[in-house]
């Protein structure tokens, strides 16, 4: 079965520039996660969806982050306008359901200059 | 507070010597555990999960973990280390509502 893909691998960008990333999950996997990695450290979640559902979005700074999954497929996460500490891996996982182990995609990796 | 730590950020190894990468939990209740491991530039990839139905969990790759109440453990191990198993991994706890949370990594080396 094809993986959790997210795009682009790569994204730099100069500060208060918007970004967006996208991830497709496993087909029929029901749940959606967006995570974000600093360097050195372990994910953390930033947004949890059940099928269109955003259930679980405590960690995500609502001012200038916001995501969505039309359709409760793909989903896109995006900053505007991006900052110096957003530098960070974001990180896509799905599940096929809340309890199943999650996949991860490889990420994307994003710097602000 | 529910946690994981880990008490090792690097580990360095022989090839073939045994792997030992340590975790400890703080849990008021039984908690759902996990290894993953991340390569470079990858995303992560789920060893072994620990979920109450046996303590010695075999996971991929020849890896396995043994999750100790008493000692409030869940430590991974591998008999022989490969140059590939070099890596980060991470300690995971869950507990409702399906929230991961990770430990800070442990840095594996391998070495010839």
């Known amino acids: 079965e094809a993986g959790v893909v997210q795009s682009p691998r790569y994204k730099i960008i100069e500060k208060k520039q918007p970004v967006a990333f996208w991830c497709n999950p496993i087909s029929g996997h029901n749940t959606l996660y967006w995570y974000r990695q600093n360097l050195g450290q372990g994910p953390e979640l930033l947004i949890r969806y059940e099928n269109e559902e955003a259930v679980d979005d405590s960690q995500l700074p609502k001012d200038r982050f916001s995501a969505e999954r039309l359709k409760g497929v793909d989903s896109t996460l995006k900053i505007q306008p991006a900052e110096l500490g957003d530098s960070a891996v974001y990180l896509c996982?799905?599940?096929?359901?809340?309890?199943?182990?999650?996949?991860f995609g490889d990420g994307t990796r994003l710097s602000i200059l | 507070a529910q946690s994981v730590t880990q008490l090792d950020s690097h580990v360095s190894v022989s090839e073939g010597t045994p792997v030992l990468l340590r975790c400890n939990y703080s849990?008021?209740?039984?908690?759902?555990l996990f290894w993953y491991v991340q390569h470079p530039n990858k995303g992560l990839q789920l060893l072994l999960k620990?979920?109450?139905?046996?303590?010695l969990v075999k996971g991929i790759n020849g890896f396995e973990a043994e999750f100790k109440k008493s000692e409030t453990s869940f430590h991974l191990t591998k008999p022989s280390a490969h140059m590939s198993d070099a890596a980060e991994y991470f300690c995971?706890?869950?507990?409702?509502?399906?929230?991961?949370?990770f430990g800070t990594g442990t840095q594996l080396k391998v070495e010839l």
């Open positions: 995971v706890f869950t507990g409702g509502g399906n929230k991961l949370t």
């Open positions: 849990s008021s209740y039984s908690p759902s």
């Open positions: 996982a799905s599940s096929l359901e809340r309890g199943q182990p999650q996949h």
């Open positions: 620990y979920t109450s139905a046996a303590t």
